[in-house]
């Protein structure tokens, strides 16, 4: 009977998973509100209001059905309740995967996976994002089975695909979060060289077949369906990054990171919040990580240590493993959610460091990890709710674009023939507070920066349909190249000039430059 399995699994839920739940319900929700209970497009939710999501095209075979599961429509409460109970769960997974019981560490590893940049720089695109962190889960899911099952590769392994299959980026999670725990395996617990190899290989196991599964259904929709991939980044050159070509991709990964974490650093700015937490942290792992092998003799493992080594070294290149399969392909925020592995380290530390039998140095290094990490994830908040300002912002500034568009039109002489709109350039709209405020302010928020959602004729097309109520087709490219050959364009004004709009047979043409 329901009620009797319901009791059932209620007894064999532990205290520390209802504990990440709710803290990651409660931290997320209060995260993310702003963006679940408003409607703040962006460039590409503008114009997928309705959307199946089946992006075959770009290797996403199954980003449809995940995002299925809130309709197909466009619903920011439905989509945000559900993403973040994909994230308490994921957050649910972490607590296993790292058998974290101090409540404190579980509610920080909480805040850390609901609020870090990556999770709301994909709710700037909210109208897909419930399938991305589906995509997540399966992802921590397909680890914790691996490492608590001796076949559980296999079932990993399904999920690892799916989760692929949604968002190519999920490769580098899992091998971020498998990297972190084969560190946590050796730093802090007695694991035997077997047992830890044992555990390479599944995980090894899960990942070949995970993306052999994926590249499976990847082949059957190119060679057999004939489906063409997009050259968005670089899908349709997948593996055609040769060994010749990795030295050559470790300065970038550099590059990134320090984009990442100091991004003032790479452009003379002065340096933010976010980016003197993050030095901190990088001081304390610093600090800590010589003294924990020394205290703990680590060192006389000197197997164990060469891995440690390989392992630490290799964390970067978890990171960003894209950049050795496709060499067109280019990281931004959404795809760097691995990273959080660096936070939930010092939160490994804290969670061990009774181990040591605190004296003062160890007591004032927990009171650090956790006074630092607890500033950054309400920095984290403070960094999304910025961002979803300014979408805000920029969403209302387009919206009012668009209505003293339509003014514009209706007062055409020959507005009864317009039946396409067409734009030249983009509308000049670059202020102070989006352009330089902003990025000196948080990390760059993909999807959330900008000053303006209408960059091209569909844009506006469904800012005129859908917001304001005024039925218009976009012209095709071809359309609006003849328009471009033609005198009478030449002659026309920049907007706002009177002469800024024409109508060329059945088309609106707007010049913004």
Excluded at 38 to 46: F, I, T, V
Excluded at 443 to 470: C, I, Q, R, W
Aim: hydrophobic share 50%; net charge positive.
């Amino acid at each position: 009977m329901p009620e009797q399995f319901l009791t059932k699994m209620k007894n064999n839920i532990k205290p520390e998973w209802w504990l990440a739940f709710f803290s990651a319900i409660i931290i997320g929700f209060l995260t993310h509100a702003y963006v679940f209970l408003n409607r703040l497009p962006n460039h590409d939710g503008m114009i997928n209001i309705y959307n199946t999501q089946a992006k075959l095209v770009s290797g996403r075979f199954f980003l449809g059905p995940a995002s299925g599961m809130s309709t197909f429509f466009d619903l920011p409460w439905v989509i945000g309740l559900l993403s973040i109970l994909f994230l308490a769960l994921s957050a649910v997974c972490v607590v296993i995967l790292f058998n974290l019981k101090k409540k404190l560490s579980i509610i920080i590893v909480a805040g850390i996976i609901v609020a870090f940049p990556s999770v709301s720089s994909t709710f700037a695109y909210l109208y897909t994002a419930d399938g991305y962190m589906l995509g997540i889960l399966f992802t921590m899911l397909a680890i914790v089975l691996t490492r608590a099952y001796k076949f559980g590769f296999l079932v990993g392994a399904i999920l690892l695909g799916l989760a692929v299959g949604i968002y190519q980026a999920n490769l580098s999670i899992a091998m971020a979060f498998i990297t972190l725990y084969l560190v946590y395996c050796i730093l802090f617990t007695s694991i035997q060289n077997k047992h830890l190899w044992q555990l390479v290989g599944r995980f090894g196991l899960m990942g070949t077949v995970g993306m052999g599964f994926y590249f499976v259904v990847y082949k059957l929709y190119t060679n057999v369906l004939g489906g063409a991939i997009t050259n968005y980044q670089g899908l349709d050159k997948v593996g055609a990054v040769s060994l010749s070509d990795f030295p050559g991709k470790l300065p970038i990964i550099f590059q990134q990171l320090k984009g990442f974490f100091f991004y003032s650093y790479t452009t003379s700015q002065q340096f933010n919040f976010f980016e003197i937490l993050n030095a901190i942290i990088f001081i304390l792992i610093a600090i800590f990580l010589p003294i924990w092998i020394l205290k703990k003799q680590l060192y006389k493992k000197i197997s164990q240590m060469v891995a440690l080594v390989i392992l630490t070294c290799t964390l970067p290149i978890s990171y960003y493993v894209l950049f050795f399969i496709s060499p067109d392909v280019g990281y931004h925020m959404l795809m760097v959610f691995s990273i959080s592995t660096t936070y939930i380290f010092l939160v490994l530390y804290y969670e061990a460091l009774d181990e040591l039998k605190p004296a003062m140095f160890e007591k004032a290094m927990a009171w650090m990890i956790v006074l630092v990490l607890s500033l950054s994830i309400f920095n984290f908040s403070l960094i999304a709710n910025i961002s979803y300002f300014n979408m805000e912002l920029r969403f209302e500034k387009s919206l009012n674009l668009g209505s003293r568009i339509l003014t514009r039109i209706e007062q055409l002489d020959d507005y009864g023939d317009i039946k396409k709109i067409a734009v030249s350039g983009r509308v000049p709209m670059k202020t102070k507070l989006a352009f330089e405020i902003l990025p000196q302010s948080i990390p760059v928020m993909t999807g959330a920066m900008g000053d303006t959602v209408l960059t091209a004729p569909y844009h506006y097309k469904s800012m005129l349909e859908n917001f304001l109520g005024y039925r218009i087709d976009a012209a095709s490219e071809e359309e609006m190249q003849a328009i471009y050959q033609t005198k009478e364009f030449e002659e026309m004004g920049l907007w706002p000039a009177k002469d800024s709009i024409r109508v060329f047979d059945d088309i609106v043409m707007i010049k913004f430059h």
